[in-house]
């Protein structure tokens, strides 16, 4: 079965800071894999996706994430925090015929 | 172009009192997603539609909890006999069959159950 891992639950970053955030996956195969927002009060808005191609995926407000294969990992980046970044990330994976299984997400925080 | 309206926003519950949450997909999107997603947790599939048709419903509490679509737009996920660990946040989302992954969801169904 498909599964995601954060390994981390809340990560603190200073404003200007860069930020990374990690996601491992467990597929048998090649998945299609997801980084979701969700910020205070609105609902999960997609970050940005990887379908198999380019392992490096540009994403909305900065972001991007890579892919591993040999490290079953899709870590997302963004080089300089803003504090509008304050919000809730969620990895997902998935194939096409399923529904997307998510991480149980990573709480940034975002400081002066 | 209206996104993903649920409603109600907010229900609280005794246990084992029902509730019915109502979704409203973007206009044209044929396939439709239940999530569940307990607080500080991330989201679980319930059960998924493509047009009027489940096609996965594995995750359902079938006991408790039942989902339709009859005409392949609106969607109600109702709970009998709530019990206290249902309480969650209830998420609604749409997408195209040929769009893998990217899903439009709705601000959510934030369910109390006393």
């Known amino acids: 079965a498909q599964s995601v891992t954060q390994p981390d639950a809340r990560v603190t970053v200073s404003e200007g800071a860069s930020l990374q955030l990690r996601c491992k996956y467990s597929?048998?195969?090649?998945?299609?894999l997801f980084w979701y927002v969700q910020y205070p009060r609105q609902g999960l808005q997609l970050l940005l996706k990887?379908?198999?191609?380019?392992?490096v995926v540009q994403g909305v407000n900065g972001f991007e994430a890579e892919f591993s294969k040999s490290n079953s990992s899709f870590h997302l980046r963004k080089a300089s925090v803003h504090w509008s970044d304050w919000a809730v990330y969620f990895c997902?994976?998935?194939?096409?015929?399923?529904?997307?299984?998510f991480g149980l997400g990573t709480r940034v925080s975002v400081f002066p | 172009e209206a996104g993903v309206t649920q409603s109600p926003r907010y229900a609280v519950l005794q246990e084992g009192q029902a509730v019915s949450f109502w979704c409203d997909p973007i206009?044209?999107?044929?396939?439709l997603y239940w999530y569940q997603q307990p607080r500080d947790q991330g989201p679980q599939l319930l059960v998924y539609?493509?047009?009027?048709?489940?096609?996965?419903n594995s995750q359902l509490p079938s006991d408790r909890f039942s989902a339709v679509r009859p005409k392949g737009t609106n969607s109600t996920l109702k709970i009998q006999s709530a019990k206290q660990g249902d309480t969650a946040t209830y998420l609604c989302?749409?997408?195209?069959?040929?769009?893998?992954?990217?899903?439009?969801f709705g601000e959510g169904s934030k369910l109390t159950v006393l």
């Open positions: 989302a749409s997408s195209f069959a040929g769009t893998t992954g990217q899903l439009y």
């Open positions: 597929y048998f195969g090649t998945p299609y």
């Open positions: 990887y379908y198999p191609g380019d392992p």
């Open positions: 997902a994976v998935t194939d096409y015929a399923q529904g997307l299984t």
């Open positions: 206009s044209g999107h044929d396939t």
């Open positions: 539609f493509r047009d009027e048709a489940v096609i996965d």
